[in-house]
């Protein structure tokens, strides 16, 4: 009932620009359709608390608690979104930098986006997640370009192009790992449900590339390193509201790699294929923590920072002890916070100051200070410090590793956080308090609807604080038992 429920609901969203012509009545519906999503997504999570995993459809719907995580993510993020967008996309309406016509096609574009992402954590075929992947890539490639400008343009190339041969990539995989399962009931074939208890594939040798071939083409659209070369334009290139969805889209990727990865894992002598996720987590942190101390500009820093990020979540999974899980798993829901925070941070910033270089913005704190504070906020959860959840989620991840025994990989983690550190502490510094001699820094209008999707991430990521030995621990720990046992 709750996913047919769904289904209509997101019908009506996805039509909604076509039903009303005043924009801002498009934005307050997809806000409010949003609260709805998330009031059903809370009823949905209820009922898998209770009996753990619930089916639809002849099980073409399968949702269990690391369902549930993504859910839960997504139709936050998803609220906080669209509360911006609702007066971004006005202003730019009024400022006459985009139509009528093209702030009802973002509307179109956003809402199918999220019916996307919502789709692929809710369905229990392996060939639907990639279909629905494929669609998240449509609708963001348009997305990306939105601002219809040089650089815009050809991020969304890039973006496409790279993410479409990384989609195809792990198409092939999905094609190979079906096959070796060719002489099984045909019926289940295709669920994940079937597989995760079926350790008899035709050959072991077929799964391990297809492993092989789904995590390296996925990864590209997880943002993992050295495929991660589309992000760092796209984010930087795209509407504000757009790159807020960054750490929900990256995730979403890798959770469609860990679905395969659980079925994998429990086939006999593929035990191994936990090193990719440790091998390509340690390379996203080393390439993207020194590309974050040369950047000088701002979005760019936060781009890479979910290059890094995505690293960290990658490398808790591939370590694979309860502890090292549990801190990915609560590290993927304070990245897509505190990453949603900081991007539409500088959203207000971009707005206000006109550029993206770190060297053409100082005095935060005297000229935007309430953004100034947001900022500081953000700076602090990204880079893991106490007391906010990042730093318990980090820490977590580094008590796996060492326990585990991998001391290298200790110590590349360790140095690559604090390379991190540096350099956000650099930029930090010089938007936020630097001054030049001389100037008098006058204080500009901070707009309050604007705040109140930054206050939003804010509180977000305090209840994760409060709840992360509570109700939120059940939650993980119950999506741990399904990555781990």
């Known amino acids: 009932m709750y996913i047919t429920v769904l289904g209509i609901l997101f019908l009506f969203l996805i039509v909604t620009p076509l039903l009303f012509k005043n924009i801002k009545t498009t934005g307050f519906v997809t806000i409010f359709g949003a609260v709805l999503v998330l009031g059903i997504v809370l009823k949905i999570i209820t009922m898998v608390s209770v009996g753990y995993s619930i089916s639809y459809f002849n099980e073409f719907f399968y949702i269990d608690s690391l369902s549930t995580v993504q859910i839960l993510i997504i139709s936050c993020i998803n609220i906080i979104v669209s509360i911006y967008s609702y007066r971004y996309i006005s202003d730019e309406i009024e400022g006459k930098i985009i139509t009528l016509k093209m702030g009802k096609i973002y509307y179109f574009l956003f809402n199918f986006f999220v019916f996307f992402m919502i789709f692929i954590s809710l369905t229990n075929n392996i060939v639907a997640m990639w279909i629905g992947l494929e669609g998240t890539t449509l609708t963001t490639t348009f997305l990306f370009g939105f601002n219809i400008n040089k650089n815009s343009l050809e991020s969304a190339w890039k973006y496409v192009i790279i993410c479409s041969i990384g989609i195809g990539i792990g198409l092939i995989g999905i094609l190979i790992f079906v096959n070796a399962y060719s002489n099984q009931d045909t019926d289940g074939i295709l669920k994940w449900s079937h597989l995760v208890n079926n350790q008899n594939p035709q050959s072991t040798y077929a799964i391990k590339i297809a ?120 590290h993927s829901l304070v990245h897509a916070f505190v990453k949603s925070m900081l991007f539409l941070t500088a959203g207000n910033l971009l707005n206000a100051y006109k550029t993206k270089r770190i060297d053409k913005i100082d005095a935060l704190i005297k000229t935007m200070p309430i953004n100034a504070v947001f900022f500081i906020i953000g700076m602090l959860v990204i880079t893991g410090a106490p007391p906010f959840p990042a730093f318990f989620s980090e820490y977590y991840i580094i008590v796996g590793t060492v326990q585990s025994g991998n001391y290298i990989v200790t110590a590349i983690y360790a140095f690559c956080l604090l390379l991190v ?43 994760i604080s409060l709840t992360m030995n509570g109700y939120l621990a059940n939650m993980i720990n119950n999506a741990v038992l399904i990555i781990c046992d």
């Open 211 to 330: 492993f092989t071939l789904i995590f390296v083409g996925l990864g590209t659209k997880a943002g993992l390193a050295p495929m991660h070369t589309w992000l760092p334009d796209a984010y930087s290139d795209s509407p504000s509201p757009v790159s807020a969805m960054s750490g929900v889209l990256l995730n979403l990727a890798l959770y469609v790699i860990l679905r395969f990865y659980i079925i994998t894992k429990h086939i006999p002598g593929l035990e191994n294929t936990k090193w990719l996720f440790i091998v390509f987590g340690c390379v996203s942190l080393i390439i993207s923590s020194f590309s974050i101390l040369r950047q000088l500009n701002y979005k760019r820093v936060l781009a890479f920072s979910s290059v890094e990020n995505m690293g960290i979540i990658a490398l808790g999974f591939g370590v694979g002890s309860k502890i090292a899980v549990f801190g990915a798993i609560l």
């Open 421 to 463: 550190f540096a350099g956000f502490l650099r930029v930090f510094i010089k938007i936020v308090f630097n001054t030049e001699p001389g100037v008098k820094y006058v204080r500009m209008k901070e707009d309050k609807k604007n705040i109140l999707p930054l206050a939003l991430c804010f509180i977000s990521i305090i209840i």
